[in-house]
């Protein structure tokens, strides 16, 4: 019984939440929740656990293999600002991409947004 009282736990413990902020169009979609949307999150990369991360969504639809590929959908490149005279540019507002379940891992998935689509964040969502 103490297994199983740990691993609810643990589920608990990993839920976090999308806040929508803008367009006010979409926060009313979650009006309801206060432009809350429930999910949980991976056991793998950052944000760390109690952490928050402010960005952009973005989302290209898929041609045809739900984002599993680098040529199956297009996003655009997070905006960046230069700093000083430095050839250093600094993101303005990270890009979080939206993803559909299916046809590969969720790890495929997110290699593929943050290594071909300037992904900082990646949100796997299985219905529209």
């Known amino acids: 019984m103490g297994l199983w009282t740990v691993l609810l736990s ?18 009313q979609e979650f009006k309801q929740n206060h432009g809350r949307i429930m999910g949980s999150t991976a056991t793998f990369g950052a944000p760390f656990y109690g952490e928050r991360v402010l960005g952009q969504l973005v989302y290209g639809a898929p041609t045809r293999n739900n984002h599993c590929t680098k040529g199956d959908y297009a996003i655009p490149k997070a905006k960046t600002d230069k700093v000083g005279k430095s050839r250093y540019e600094k993101v303005r507002l990270i890009n979080i991409v939206m993803v559909r379940r299916g046809n590969c891992s969720f790890t495929t998935k997110v290699r593929i947004a943050q290594d071909f689509k300037d992904a900082h964040a990646v949100i796997i969502i299985d219905r529209e």
């Open 10 to 27: 643990s589920f608990v413990l990993a839920q976090c939440q999308v806040k929508v902020m803008t367009p006010g169009w979409l926060n």
